[in-house]
């Protein structure tokens, strides 16, 4: 694949490393999931995720940001804090975390390599769709992992994150454009 920018390489090279994380943690997750049971240790991973999503979301919208951006990205946090705090399961947590950060890299790079003149139909759309791939890919392989489960529920929370993710970049750029356009009819007007 021919890359259209740096941008969209990075972006595209940034997924790879976060897709292989995922999958490389396959074999010993059941026992990092036991140690996170700590309130500690599961506290300190839930702020790190947390800070995680909001950064891969953040470095979408790099340049001016407006303060309707900013409030996005904020409340964006907040649902976020919100689901992840009513679940109990330091796993559906991960999920959470792990596939919208996948979902936000895959719907920018997505959407870098349209806005420079590739046929991309619907970054949005695309960009769950092969999240929910990846992620359906992570449960099939965990048939065969040894103390590891195929359950269809994790299938929902990574399509779920992705939804979440996917929605907050795209009523981020939504609003970039009509802020541009505004100053653009300033400008002319």
Not at 137 to 148: G, H, S
Not at 159 to 164: R, Y
């Amino acid at each position: 694949m021919r890359f259209t920018s740096d941008r969209e390489r990075r972006l595209w090279l940034s997924l790879l490393i976060v897709v292989v994380a995922i999958y490389s943690t396959l074999g010993f997750a059941g026992s990092l999931a036991g140690s996170m049971r700590s309130q500690d240790m599961n506290a300190l991973t839930f702020v790190v995720g947390v800070l995680l999503v909001v950064v891969a979301v953040t470095t979408q919208m790099l340049g001016n940001v407006s303060r309707w951006e900013l409030f996005i990205t904020a409340g964006v946090a907040a649902v976020l804090v919100l689901v992840v705090t009513r679940l109990t399961s330091p796993v559906e947590r991960s999920h959470l975390v792990e596939y919208a950060v996948v979902a936000t890299l895959l719907y920018g790079a997505l959407s870098e390599r349209r806005r420079n003149g590739r046929h991309v139909p619907n970054p949005a759309v695309v960009a769950v769709a092969i999240t929910i791939l990846i992620g359906t890919v992570d449960e099939l392989v965990q048939i065969v992992v040894p103390n590891r489960v195929f359950d269809p529920i994790d299938i929902g929370f990574n399509a779920g994150a992705a939804v979440m993710a996917v929605a907050a970049g795209t009523v981020l750029a939504w609003n970039k454009r009509r802020r541009v356009q505004l100053r653009s009819n300033d400008r002319t007007g």
